[in-house]
């Protein structure tokens, strides 16, 4: 990150794991509905899988890669890491086990172990283990002729122990059975007849009292369940493969087996078995985690399914059409009358889908182009592309393959759309395509129009109701030509023309950034007022922390808002005390990139597919996209950032030495939430 900020940054790792304190404290929170908490509870668990699967796995294969060792490494710059992540887990457990499940048994619903079963449900549990669970389970006993078969990523499995001869006369004693990932790892209980109340067991529960009916005269010694994370960032030489998608599609049949990064197994698994585990795996013994409960608590979302209790989720929201677009009108004549802004999930996110959809309809269309990140499985938009194709206009699709953990879907969509005859693209080598942009063009009265999307968050049907993020609509035509230009640039691999409005990595967005910067650091020396205003996800480029350091000492006064890691530390007294670092956590994911730069009154305001990271401004295609109309900038500032500042019920600030610390209201003040107050606001 430069030496100018050596020691005046904090650890990106321990950062990460602030921001799962964070979420983790929503589960501890009362006041949110019960259901709620333990989805809580579930994203922490997703969030330290990915944490293990991507930045863990990254920092040893680096470790092993500079001193060539295929054994288990110790890491000594991830000691404080390592305290720090199983002091999280410990509590994220303790949590489970005396707040939630308690509270769940309080509501009649009951998550039963087999100690807790009466004899009806027993007798349930035996019938159903025979009949659905034994016939797919295949335990594989250890010798020469049964080595220790490949376990899967993040997968249930057991360890057994067994005592006596197998039927073969011999001392065999390990056994693995690994549970099959079609049956679900949560069952509906029978209760009582015209009970009100619910029960539910784990599928590890039903393998536990089961267990030894697996092995008929064998004395079952002890056994675990044990679970294995493993490195799962995908690796394909690019400047060496000929064809990037079937490359992946082979890197995809391996991601499940990387090499091993982590070992979750029972609270009261025996040493020695768990030892015997870290030794298959060449697992360090510092990434060996005991949990008093199931290895994988992401697997309770299940639950959260089953149990339909309204009472106990959040209240029911609706997201609103944005105003302009109440009415039944003609799309195109309404974004060539205005630019629309759109603010998800507070607002619908069914306009993008109608541009695009209306687009592959509309007889004037001529071509359609689109950058593509996330999508899912199921996606409108891309059924919108095919129909495009079939239809005979100009499909131009940017997919950006290495979407991680999207890969396969993107893969798929990238072969519908090749055989209906779009033109696919697969951004450019060495860097991720992360821009979010759609254009149209259109012929009118004998000229072409284009019409563009610009957003800070993905195409995604899922996300798009759970992640804040900005849309613009516009039929500004010198921002949509930007935007051509930047698809010709990226399918052509020229370099692009100068843009008339938009800043684009890796060529100029970093530039640009520190320029607006050191244009308020110039005011405020000048005695003037000066003020920057961001919001995003995460925070690590030196270059810009610098920037920043340099204009907090020359009396600019910045406000953060930075959902996830940030490395910067605020308030440091001739370092950055004019710098105040906020972290809002809430319904919704905090996902939209929003940069104000005061400019002496002129409020330059943009919005932005790109975080200030490292990655970002240089490894990736970004673009920030400025909000022209005096109207929607307004609107972005009062809903964008003006409510974040003002939120202290669901906002945390950072302190200098990594702390983050709550926000409450003072006794004068009554509560504010800027999630609440757009819901209230923007929603129906």
Known sequence: MGDKTAGTLLNRELSLLAFNHRVLAQAEDTSIPLLERLKYLCIVSSNLDEFFEVRIASLIARDRQDHGLAQPVSLPNLAEVTTVCKALVRRQYAVLNEQILPSMAGEGIHLLRHVDRDDAQRNWVKDFFEKEVRPLLTPIVLDPAHPFPQVVNKSLNFIVELGGKD??????????????????????????????????????????????????????????????????????????????????????????????????????????????????????????????????????????????????????????????????????????????LLHHPFQSFQPVIEFIRTAAEDPNVVAIKQMIYRTGMNSELMEALITAARNGKEVTVIVEL????????????????????????????????????????????????????????????????????????????????????????????????????????????????????????????????????????????????????????????????????????????????????????????????????????????????????????????????PVLDKTLKKRVMQEGLQPYLKDNLNSWELDADGNYHRRRPRSDQTGFSAQEFLMQTLGR
Not at 544 to 557: N, P
């Open 402 to 625: 290495m979407a991680r953990f999207d890969e396969e879907a993107n893969i798929n969509w990238a072969d519908k759309l090749e055989k209906v005859g779009a033109q696919v693209v697969y951004g450019v080598v060495g860097l991720k395509t992360h821009a979010k942009m759609a254009m149209v063009i259109r012929r009118e009265e004998g000229k072409l129009r284009l019409y563009a999307h610009l957003g800070t968050g993905n195409y995604h049907p899922t996300t798009t109701k759970f992640y804040t993020d900005f849309g613009l609509l516009t039929a500004n035509q010198a921002m949509a030509r930007d935007v051509n230009e930047i698809f010709i640039n990226l399918t052509s691999l020229t370099k692009p023309k100068r843009l008339s409005h938009l800043w684009v990595a890796p060529f100029d967005l970093n530039k640009e950034l520190i320029k607006a910067i050191q244009r308020e650091t110039q005011i405020a020396s000048e005695g003037r007022s000066a003020r920057i205003i961001a919001k995003m996800n995460a925070l690590q480029d030196g270059s810009i922390i610098q920037a920043l350091y340099d204009a907090s000492r020359a009396g600019v006064k910045i406000d953060l808002i930075i959902r996830g890691a940030c490395v910067l530390r605020p308030g440091v007294e001739g370092l950055s005390e004019n710098i105040r670092v906020r972290s809002i956590i809430g319904r919704f994911l905090e996902h939209s990139r929003v940069f104000c730069f005061h400019n002496d009154g002129e409020d330059d305001l943009y919005l932005a597919s790109a975080d200030w990271m490292n990655r970002n401004l240089f490894r990736r295609i970004e673009v920030a996209f």
């Open 167 to 340: 039927a073969f006369g011999r001392g065999t004693s390990i056994a693995i059975i690994k549970a099959p990932r079609v049956l679900p790892r949560v069952i509906n209980l029978p209760t009582a007849g015209g009970s009100t109340e619910s029960a539910y067991c784990l599928l590890s529960s039903v393998i536990h009292a089961h267990i030894a009916d697996m092995f008929p005269g064998r004395e079952v010694i002890g056994f675990s369940q044990f679970r294995v994370t493993r490195d799962s960032d995908l690796w394909v030489d690019e400047e060496e493969v000929k064809n990037l998608r079937q490359a992946l599609k082979g890197e995809l049949q391996t991601r499940h087996f990387g090499f091993a990064v982590r070992l979750e197994v029972a609270e009261n698994c025996p040493d020695h078995l768990a030892q015997l585990l870290l030794d298959q795996f060449v697992i360090s013994p510092e990434f060996l985690y005991r949990v008093e409960g199931p290895v994988n608590m992401v697997r309770l979302n299940e639950l959260i399914d089953y149990a339909s209790r309204p009472a106990l989720r959040f209240p029911p929201f609706s997201a609103a059409l944005s105003v302009p677009l109440m009415e039944d009108q003609d799309l195109f004549a309404l974004i060539a009358d205005q630019d629309i």
